[in-house]
């Protein structure tokens, strides 16, 4: 009956007093109660929101030259920003599907707040390429359908199109991914509410959820399918976004190593997006024993070491700008490094490759506070990354006389502020009325653990049951197996 | 569609591996059990009950299969039928540059057609008023269902005598109203 499992194996959940009611107490408490400081923030970036809808406005009704670009520079913030927030949310989709797939269990205490960031991030991510159309209103021109136009098609082999169905496909994917897991935890919270209003709201949440045994056996294949598909399916997305420089015969973005280097650089990005707001919500729900601080290394652990694939990768750049013998390119690099973006390119290297490696030391990857910061620093060094390829080839093209310098309008700022705004917004909804962590996830995890290791963290908490066990049937068990 | 049944015997039990004991016992006296409700995925729970696998993902293949004949078919008629455009002599039907699209097809069909299913075949949508037999099932018991319609005093009492034999901790009947 009893897998095997290592002695050393820890817990994934701490605490000596947890049982499956506490599991359902501690994750959904949160929504039941109303936090001050909730209304606070959710009034400063619903703020920031209606600042991002403004300027989205005035873009409209003024037109794309209210941003800063021009004859040079056509791609800038807005292109930055759609890459930035998409490789956010990678990190939800990577810890969902891929760490499902390794059978990582440890993926369980983070995996709902990670996939909510993955659909807010997609959602402001969308938005700039949308926006940058200028006439939002034709933005319908780019699906394929039969059409009075000639039928006039969009062009299958271009690179902005497999965009346009990479990006909807891993939304719609993300969505029903994120919305199946949360079916079970709604009809949780449904089964607790006291109010008609709230079990009403709430059953209409878990689409009548009840929790059978042949629910659970078509949930856990339908998880397993969609892991499977998403897996390769995040890849593709980053891959594909890589392929709108790659496929380009701009030097600087010509570059065959794009799109496993973009790929890591979105893991990255995410996780740090993830730690980043995981580590306010652990705090300010006391989810501690859920969010552990192994849960945080771990993920400490990936950021070191795709902070350091991005790092081979920028140094491979410029290693094979040099050795391809080519004016052109090993001009846009040497620009890239020395010429007038260098504050940026300096930021981007210290912030992504610098700043990761103090995790190689063990006590900083445990530390929250360095996590915190280093995390802050990961997220500016990202945006960096994607500012210094699109503005930095772009400035200093083959025309001397046609250079030039990006410098952003408040309509640029405001669009980028404000998609913070946006998504923080939506996140702090997400936090308030949906369970942050899957509870049916986290009960299926609650037993793992070697007994020799509970024994030993209750030596250590001084208590003698070792935790978890206090069942009062569970003699039975052992007459059983023994 | 048959009559549906009012009266139920529910044993609930508070672990895991004592109910997946208490299901093979109970099946092996050859009770029938009418539902099985758990607060989370318990691993065997299918094979304890006897459930064939299911057929979701082999939906999930047809689905995405599909997809990726849309995508190729759509393309390819595009391409070289119905608009074919002179790309600096380049060819009509780049395979290559059908990969992205198609394997993005795939996946958005597989994953829609398989969750669309899923829902169907679990009687899932917003909006559904399920018969909760105990809220605590969401929360922290595993609970099995009897039904107990047109059976005599002696069998009901065989099954909560044996429900409380095998670790259940509460047996009680639950009956619904006509309406419920």
């Known amino acids: 009956m009893h897998a095997y499992e290592s002695e050393f194996r820890e817990p994934l959940i701490n605490g000596l007093d947890k049982n499956y009611t506490k599991i359902t107490d501690d994750i959904v408490g949160p929504t039941e109660k109303t936090y001050k400081g909730w209304w606070l923030l959710f009034i400063i970036f619903g703020s920031l929101a209606g600042l991002f809808v403004f300027c989205l406005g005035w873009t409209v009704y003024y037109g794309i030259g209210t941003w800063g670009l021009n004859k040079t520079v056509d791609w800038a913030w807005d292109i930055t920003n759609f890459v930035w927030w998409i490789g956010i949310g990678h990190a939800g989709t990577l810890i969902s599907a891929i760490l499902l797939l390794f059978r990582q269990r440890f993926r369980t205490g983070i995996n709902r707040a990670a996939e909510a960031m993955t659909i807010f991030a997609v959602i402001c991510a969308g938005m700039f390429p949308v926006f940058h159309m200028g006439r939002v209103w034709m933005a319908f021109f780019i699906f394929p359908y039969p059409n009075t136009r000639g039928p006039l098609w969009v062009n299958f082999n271009s690179p902005l199109l497999w965009d346009v169905f990479a990006i909807s496909t891993y939304f719609t994917v993300s969505l029903l991914f994120w919305y199946s897991g949360l079916m079970p935890d709604f009809a949780t919270i449904r089964d607790r509410a006291t109010g008609k209003t709230r079990k009403w709201i709430y059953n209409i949440l878990s689409f009548g959820w009840t929790g059978t045994a042949k629910q659970w056996q078509r949930f856990e294949s339908l998880s397993l399918v969609l892991a499977g598909l998403s897996t390769p399916l995040v890849l593709s997305v980053h891959t594909i976004v890589s392929f709108d420089f790659a496929t380009s015969v701009i030097p600087g973005w010509h570059t065959t190593i794009f799109p496993p280097y973009f790929v890591a650089g979105a893991i990255f990005s995410g996780f740090a997006m993830v730690e980043t707001l995981m580590l306010i919500v652990r705090k300010v729900f006391k989810l501690e024993d859920y969010i552990t601080v192994n849960h945080i290394e771990s993920m400490n652990k990936i950021i070191v070491l795709t902070g350091s694939i991005v790092g081979i990768a920028y140094i491979t750049e410029l290693f094979i700008a040099w050795y391809s013998g080519y004016l052109y390119e090993q001009f846009a690099f040497y620009n890239r490094v020395f010429g007038k973006y260098w504050w940026a390119y300096f930021c981007m290297m210290f912030c992504n490759v610098v700043s990761p490696q103090f995790y190689w030391f063990k006590p900083l990857r445990r530390n929250l506070w360095v996590t915190f910061i280093l995390s802050i620093f990961v997220n500016i060094g990202m945006w960096f990354e994607r500012f210094v390829i699109i503005v930095t080839s772009l400035a200093d093209d083959f025309l001397p006389s046609s250079w030039s310098y990006f410098t952003p309008t408040w309509v640029d700022i405001g669009i980028f502020i404000g998609s913070i705004g946006l998504f923080m917004t939506l996140f702090l909804l997400f936090a308030r009325f949906f369970p942050v962590i899957a509870i049916a996830e986290v009960k299926s995890i609650f037993r793992t653990g070697s007994e020799t290791a509970k024994r030993e963290r209750a030596l250590k908490e001084g208590s003698q049951t070792g935790g978890f066990v206090g069942n009062t049937t569970f003699g039975i068990l052992d007459k059983d197996d023994k | ?180």
């Open chain 2, 1 to 180: 569609m048959a009559k549906q049944s009012n009266n139920f015997i529910l044993g609930l039990w508070d672990h895991e591996e004592v109910f997946l004991h208490a299901i093979e016992h109970l099946r092996h006296e050859g009770q029938e059990i009418h539902e099985t409700l758990t607060p989370f995925p318990v691993h065997g729970l299918e094979q304890a009950l006897g459930y064939r696998d299911t057929r979701l993902h082999t939906a999930g293949f047809l689905f995405g299969a599909t997809g990726t004949t849309l995508a190729l078919s759509v393309m390819s008629w595009v391409m070289t039928t119905n608009y074919p455009i002179n790309f600096g002599g380049k060819p009509n039907w780049p395979l290559p540059s059908f990969i992205p699209i198609t394997f993005e097809l795939t996946v958005l069909f597989a994953s829609v057609g398989m969750v669309l299913t899923y829902c169907v075949r679990n009687k899932l949508f917003p909006g559904y008023v399920p018969r909760i037999f105990d809220k605590r099932t969401t929360d922290d018991r595993f609970a099995l269902v009897f039904d107990i319609d047109g059976k005599s005093d002696s069998d009901v009492e065989k099954i909560k005598q044996l429900c409380n034999s095998n670790g259940a901790v509460e047996v009680k009947k639950r009956t619904f109203d006509e309406n419920e």
